[in-house]
């Protein structure tokens, strides 16, 4: 019995116990770039992976024991956790991470919004009133995002405010040398028509130059039948494609149904780090998402 | 004329070149080197405003990208709220068809003096809920559901004011809410897995038990998810009875603990506590020993103690829900009853104690098999107990009924987007001895406006 009691002891204190911040990160690429910008200063906790789909998160209680002890939320914003974390928040009891609070960090909001809509209608499908949420499909967006983030994370720990200061400027010039060979790589995808399964690239396809011809969800988030498909494989009989792009978490049915038929290649992204083997890193997704594409277009 | 006078300068200058002295050769010179020094000066000068005028363009082109950039930034929405200043407004709109065997006014053998909420047949306007919620200020968010019934009239199935700015992982609720014990209680009739309710919650707790009153949980800070959490009401629920007295009516506690296990496992597991004391709780149509035709009406009135266990596990491969997933839920209530029984208020009027302990319990499992399709199991069970029944009323009260009522369900629904969903549901409801029900349900659910995030 006494034993058990420590043991409940224990359980209390190490809620408390934490000298770094403790951040609780939406997506794995808010989890690698505060790694990257924090580094051993931080406890970072991912709420999803790169295999689930951020917009269909279950509120589950882990999360909310997680956002309890947050002193600092990274997310994307722009309504892609609409469906799960303002119950998270609710929940936790932790007025610190509420919108509006520096403990609530949208990275939405640093850069340029692609794709808002200018008729919000549910008849539109899954349709975000302030842009395409994906955002970290681009390297060029976590330029903005990091200098933000490094901001809020001095602004919550002014301790260590020279410790991020120093982190964001390697951090920024290793990632410039990385966006000017990423784009002299990608060079040859510049001006090649893809056709994308979910409308979750035109932040790397407005990077890349990629031109986006067609996507195989009829509406943003309904899942594609066989007559958009046949229609599309219609209009790629017209007009060719090079490959057809999804994300790692999506079912890969409706894409190799359109390769096998358009006789493209179907290209996996890992769309967030850990997406795939090579996106260990903030670096390797980029690394991976630009061999994957290289390689699709030489099939 | 001009042109001339440089045709002569341009004639005779040699001449006159050739005339001059070395003097003046060494004057001109020292005239030119003049010149030349006061040019090069004036280039350097140029030369600098020019560097300095480039630089100041570069500024003002840098400030001008930093102004579009907070331009940009000023015009962007602010950070996603429930409908900023205007509150987020959701209609839900339900409907069903049901084709049942037998009368659905015909309660679950031995629960006669329990609720029932039965089903409706034939082609039936389900519950219609307007919910309105927003932040009030940075303190307080409220919440109210209206449910608009199918044969008129609105009655405020929530209206409550939540709080977590006390922070320290403390959650306050007050007013009408539908109370936090077990797993399915608080969850709104359009985020059910079936139709209809389990008979546990059916017969215990009137479908969904909503309190006037209190709610304090406290999120205990630990790794895991543990919840604490106290409610005091008005009691206004069944198996409450609505009173007008000062003090509580009604008392709950719960606790919830939850984790996962890695990412593709996640569970919650609870017990709850709910007493309310019953005052003149009338139950029309109670079958007796004397086998009065039509049954009698009792009165009750005494304690209420209900204790429950919960547990909810969910799966989905790598923890990606849109594509296939699994959810095992089940439920156990046990309630105990004891005070005075009235028997037959219209005429006999016999009181004397009575005491009875009833339980219901109910497993279920949701199966998302493909994108957008689900299908469903389900079997619950109902104890209806053997009462103890006062010596007065032994002859005329029936103690045991020797009956143990239960049904299985079986459901497929498809939900094109997260705002609609098509259900089909066949039952065979053996809830009431020798009246073996089989039903068949057709339901649609659908939602409009803002679309709030669903619970665990």
């Given at each position: 019995m006494q034993k058990i009691l420590y043991a409940f002891l224990l359980l209390f204190i190490s809620g408390n116990t934490?000298?770094?911040?403790?951040?609780?990160?939406?997506?794995?690429?808010?989890?690698?770039?505060?790694?990257?910008?924090?580094?051993?200063?931080?406890?970072?906790?991912?709420?999803?992976?790169?295999?689930?789909?951020?917009?269909?998160?279950?509120?589950?209680?882990?999360?909310?024991?997680?956002?309890?002890?947050?002193?600092?939320?990274?997310?994307?914003?722009?309504?892609?956790?609409?469906?799960?974390?303002?119950?998270?928040?609710?929940?936790?009891?932790?007025?610190?991470?509420?919108?509006?609070?520096?403990?609530?960090?949208?990275?939405?909001?640093?850069?340029?919004?692609?794709?808002?809509?200018?008729?919000?209608d549910r008849g539109e499908g899954d349709v975000h009133a302030e842009g395409n949420p994906h955002i970290q499909t681009s390297a060029t967006n976590f330029l903005p995002i990091a200098q933000a983030l490094s901001a809020r994370l001095a602004e919550l720990d002014p301790v260590n405010a020279a410790f991020y200061r120093s982190r964001l400027q390697d951090f920024t010039q290793r990632w410039q040398a990385a966006i000017a060979r990423w784009e002299k790589q990608a060079a040859p995808l510049k001006g090649q028509p893809i056709v994308m399964q979910h409308k979750a690239f035109p932040y790397l396809s407005a990077w890349l130059g990629l031109k986006e011809v067609a996507t195989l969800e009829p509406k943003p988030g309904m899942e594609p039948s066989v007559a958009h498909l046949s229609k599309v494989l219609e209009q790629l009989q017209r007009q060719p494609a090079k490959m057809v792009v999804r994300a790692a978490y999506q079912n890969p049915k409706p894409s190799e149904w359109i390769a096998e038929r358009a006789h493209i290649s179907a290209v996996v992204l890992p769309f967030s780090v850990g997406g795939t083997d090579g996106a260990k890193d903030l670096f390797g997704l980029f690394d991976d998402t630009i061999a994957r594409l290289l390689a699709g277009l030489n099939h | 004329m001009f042109k001339y006078s440089a045709l002569f300068v341009a004639l005779f200058a040699p001449f006159a070149a050739h005339a001059a002295t070395d003097e003046d050769l060494r004057a001109i010179r020292a005239q030119i080197e003049q010149l030349k020094s006061n040019y090069e000066q004036r280039i350097q000068l140029l030369e600098q405003r020019l560097q300095q005028a480039e630089a100041s363009s570069k500024n003002a082109e840098s400030t001008a990208v930093q102004a579009r950039a907070e331009v940009q930034q000023a015009s962007r929405p602010a950070p996603s709220s429930e409908g900023a200043f205007n509150p987020g407004i959701s209609l839900i709109l339900g409907g069903t068809y049901g084709q049942l065997r037998q009368a659905p006014a015909i309660p679950a053998t031995g629960f006669a003096m329990s609720a029932n909420p039965g089903h409706q047949q034939g082609f039936n306007l389900g519950e219609s809920e307007l919910g309105i919620s927003a932040n009030i200020d940075p303190s307080y968010r409220g919440v109210a559901t209206m449910a608009l019934s199918p044969a008129g009239g609105v009655s405020v199935e929530n209206a409550f004011v939540q709080s977590s700015a006390l922070g320290h992982g403390l959650n306050l609720k007050f007013g009408r809410f539908f109370s936090g014990f077990g797993y399915l209680n608080e969850q709104h009739a359009h985020v059910w897995d079936f139709v209809d309710q389990p008979l546990a919650y059916a017969s215990l707790w009137n479908n969904q038990l909503g309190e006037d009153g209190v709610q304090l949980k406290w999120l205990v800070p630990t790794e895991i998810f543990i919840e604490l959490g106290g409610e005091v009401g008005r009691g206004r629920g069944f198996p409450g009875t609505d009173r007008q007295k000062n003090g509580a009516g009604s008392g709950v506690l719960f606790a919830h603990v939850g984790n996962d296990i890695g990412i593709e496992h996640s569970w919650r597991a609870g017990v709850s506590l709910h007493q309310t004391k019953r005052v003149d709780a009338v139950s029309d149509a109670v079958p007796d020993l004397l086998g009065t035709v039509g049954g009698v009406s009792n009165s009750f009135s005494g304690d209420s103690r209900t204790a429950g266990l919960d547990l909810v596990w969910k799966y989905a491969p790598n923890g990606n829900f849109t594509e296939t997933n699994f959810k095992l839920q089940g439920e156990y209530f046990r309630r105990k009853e004891s005070g005075l029984l009235t028997y037959d208020t219209a005429a006999a009027k016999v009181t004397d104690s009575y005491a009875v302990t009833q339980s219901g319990w109910y497993l279920q499992g949701i199966y998302q098999f493909m994108p957008h399709w689900r299908t469903g199991l389900r079997y619950d069970q109902l104890d209806p107990g053997s009462a103890q029944v006062g010596a007065l009323n032994a002859a005329n009260v029936i103690g045991s009924y020797g009956y143990t009522p239960s049904r299985s369900t079986l459901m497929v629904d498809y939900s094109p987007t997260e705002f609609s969903?098509?259900?089909?549901?066949?039952?065979?409801?053996?809830?009431?001895?020798?009246?073996?029900?089989?039903?068949?349900?057709?339901?649609?659910?659908?939602?409009?406006?803002?679309h709030g995030a669903h619970s665990f």
């Open positions: 934490y000298a770094a911040i403790n951040i609780f990160a939406c997506e794995p690429e808010w989890v690698a770039l505060a790694q990257e910008l924090a580094a051993d200063k931080a406890d970072i906790y991912s709420a999803t992976t790169a295999l689930q789909d951020a917009h269909l998160i279950q509120a589950r209680p882990s999360l909310i024991a997680k956002a309890r002890h947050a002193q600092l939320l990274v997310c994307t914003g722009a309504e892609l956790e609409v469906g799960w974390l303002p119950l998270i928040l609710r929940e936790s009891g932790n007025p610190d991470i509420v919108p509006g609070r520096p403990g609530n960090f949208e990275a939405a909001r640093s850069v340029t919004m692609l794709e808002v809509p200018t008729r919000l | 969903r098509l259900r089909l549901q066949v039952a065979q409801d053996k809830s009431r001895q020798s009246l073996t029900d089989n039903q068949l349900f057709l339901q649609y659910i659908m939602s409009l406006g803002a």
